[in-house]
């Protein structure tokens, strides 16, 4: 039964030449898990706003969107308010209330719902988040990712039918993200709750889900099943659309021959399946994987071998020896193809795509023994915390929602000082700022007045301003967007805006919060892009981050902070390939063939090289 539908839905906001959706027709069945995908502006918040209707944003609206046949603009209000739910992209934009308590009731208390009532449901969705100990806290105390937490916790006490959201993971750890969308997962499978999901990050969601929207300038580029939108990427005509596919599919794609003619049902999507793909490719008849030509070996070396074909709905005793080059009882284990000794970890560190000034040993920030607290008597959150910047180092830092990574940004920014220890800047050197919040940066009404006054207050000339604001609209995309509002832009394109109005300051050491929150694969390709070249002109960046992937490919550094303290730092090849959770997809996979290996790219370069030398 369809629980939602759009019939020729279009809509423009004010003073736009554009459509934001233009003719948007598709049907969701009650139960349903879709995801969303695009990229950034491609209109897939512009949509969620208008499926909860209390948030549609003002501007011309053409079709018809209809909530269990009946139309969403003629809903009851407490229908609407009750049965259609939506978790925001920012989370600050949803809380209310001054503590978690008040927060959790404040929409109970709005339909009436009886107190017996309240405390039970209470009881339960605490119990389901670990929210306990955070009751009575003030939510100006949680980091991004509880407030994400919270605000699910409190649109699921009302017990919606449909439940939207919108990157509802893109400020949570990898730990975190995995338990959130397991409970989304949970609510649509034993609930049967409609999920409707807006990701960039698709290695998670993707093989939950039931069907794939693909947004591109307003328009629906794709509607179907997970795998057959990887197939759909898989031709070079859509080849675009493989960046938002997860590890095992991409790497599917760029490694086997039968990618495009393969059923769908065979498309791996998980690392699991990724796993079982390329074990099954070797039993399968191709020589046995060796360390040094994972891939190629499985592949090159055996054309004839079906990769699609078959997944093993288990991967055997023999399968699992023989990968790992032992045997099981009474089983042989076939001789290694010989193959030259494993170029990957040499390669990766000479092939940085930076070459670093000869003063890259040159520290521009740091901090020793730094202790902070936000309340005299309150918990330490950073706790005899030492770290160093040195210039042209790109040093990303990892941990858990709440371990203080924001502070530790903020103390080293100037903005707050510690009860011991300081943080110490070099004479001379400038540093910029971007929180994990883009809107505290707007003021003005369009995004060019924002990067125009930016410009000013940087003293730059009005044809250093020009060239400048130019060239950082073309890397990030914003020539679209110039007369908007800030606060009209999808999240992505806020989180650029900002990032384009510190970049005109020209700091030394940018001290970046969640930079690649909201930005498609697209936009983060660039912003690596405009990191690197600043490095290389001798610029120090440090990342406060949970996109693994970004880290695992672009930084020089990375660093773990638990425990109030840099618990562990290292190269991202030392740094991730001893990690469970914090570490890549890719690696996940292929970690017991090539264990430094953690994106597509080494993989593919230990294949060509490998291709080359045989």
């Known amino acids: 039964m369809e629980i939602l539908q759009a019939e020729q839905v279009s809509f423009r906001y004010p003073e736009e030449d554009r459509d934001s959706l233009h003719e948007l027709s598709f049907t969701i069945e009650e139960g349903e898990f879709v995801v969303l995908c695009g990229p950034s502006g491609g209109g897939k918040t512009t949509l969620l706003r208008h499926l909860k209707r209390e948030l549609a944003p003002v501007g011309t609206f053409s079709g018809h969107l209809t909530y269990k046949g009946e139309l969403l603009s003629e809903l009851p209000a407490a229908v609407a308010a009750g049965e259609i739910g939506m978790v925001f992209q920012n989370p600050d934009a949803q809380i209310v209330m001054d503590t978690v308590w008040h927060e ?47 605000n699910l916790a409190s649109v699921l006490l009302l017990q919606p039918k449909v439940l939207l959201l919108d990157e509802p993971t893109s400020q949570l750890d990898p730990v975190a993200a995995r338990e959130f969308i397991m409970a989304l997962q949970r609510l649509n499978e034993e609930m049967s709750v409609t999920v409707i999901i807006s990701e960039h990050r698709l290695e998670e969601v993707l093989p939950l889900a039931d069907r794939v929207l693909m947004l591109e300038g307003g328009r629906l580029l794709a509607d179907a099943s997970p795998r057959a939108f990887v197939q759909q990427a898989g031709s070079a005509s859509l080849a675009s659309r493989q960046a938002y596919l997860p590890a095992a599919s991409r790497l599917y794609l760029a490694l086997s021959t039968e990618a495009r003619t393969a059923a769908p049902e065979n498309i791996p999507l998980t690392v699991r399946e990724g796993k079982r793909w390329l074990l099954h490719s070797k039993a399968a008849g191709a020589s046995v994987v060796t360390e040094a030509g994972v891939c190629a070996t499985v592949i090159r070396n055996n054309p004839a071998a079906n990769p699609g074909a078959g ?32 170029p990957f970890s040499q390669a990766r560190k000479d092939e940085s795509p930076v070459k670093l000034p ?37 040093l ?37 700022l971007l929180a994990q919040n883009p809107l505290l940066y707007f003021s003005y009404d369009t995004v060019i007045e924002e990067l125009q006054h930016m410009a000013q207050y940087a003293g730059l000339s009005t044809e250093e301003a020009g060239r400048e604001i130019d060239a950082l609209l073309e890397v990030f995309q914003l020539r679209g967007v110039l007369k908007s509002h800030p606060h009209d832009l999808s999240g992505g394109q806020q989180q650029q805006t900002a990032l384009a109005m510190m970049m005109l300051l020209k700091p030394e050491v940018l001290l970046l919060d969640e930079p690649t929150k909201g930005l498609d694969p697209a936009a983060k390709d660039r912003l690596a892009a405009l990191l690197q070249q600043l490095r290389g002109q001798g610029a120090s960046i440090l990342i406060v981050t949970h996109d693994v992937e970004f880290a695992a490919k672009h930084a020089s550094r990375c660093a773990l902070l638990f425990d109030g303290s840099i618990t562990a730092e290292g190269t991202p090849a030392e740094f991730f390939s ?32 490998s291709a080359h030398r045989s």
Not at 125 to 140: D, M, N, Q, R, T
Not at 379 to 391: D, G, M, P, S
Not at 399 to 404: E, P, S, T, V, Y
Request: aromatic share 6%; glycine share 10%.
């Open 104 to 150: 959790l009731a404040f929409s109970m208390e709005n339909l009436g719902i009886p107190p017996a009532v309240m405390r039970t449901r209470l009881a339960e969705i605490c119990a389901l988040f670990g929210l306990e100990p955070l009751l009575y806290k003030s939510v100006h105390e949680l980091s991004g990712g509880q407030k994400q937490m919270l």
């Open 358 to 394: 000869a003063s890259s040993a040159e520290t521009l920030l740091s901090c020793r023994e730094v202790t902070f607290r936000y309340d005299k008597e309150g918990q330490e959150v950073l706790r005899k915390l030492t770290l160093a910047l040195k210039r042209g180092e790109l």
């Open 396 to 432: 990303a830092v990892m941990g858990g929602n709440g371990a203080g990574k924001s502070t530790l940004l903020h103390v080293l920014g100037g903005l707050m000082k510690p009860q011991r220890g300081r943080a110490e800047l070099s004479k001379g050197i400038t540093t910029g």
């Open 311 to 342: 997944l093993p709905a288990t991967v055997s005793r023999e399968e699992s020896a023989a990968a790992s080059g032992t045997a099981a009882p009474g089983k042989a284990v076939a001789e290694p193809a010989a193959y030259p000794p494993n």
């Open 578 to 609: 001893s990690n469970y959770f914090y570490t890549t997809a890719v690696n996940r996979m292929v970690r017991d063939i090539l264990p430094q290996a953690l994106t597509m790219e080494d993989v593919i370069r230990t294949w060509s090289g």
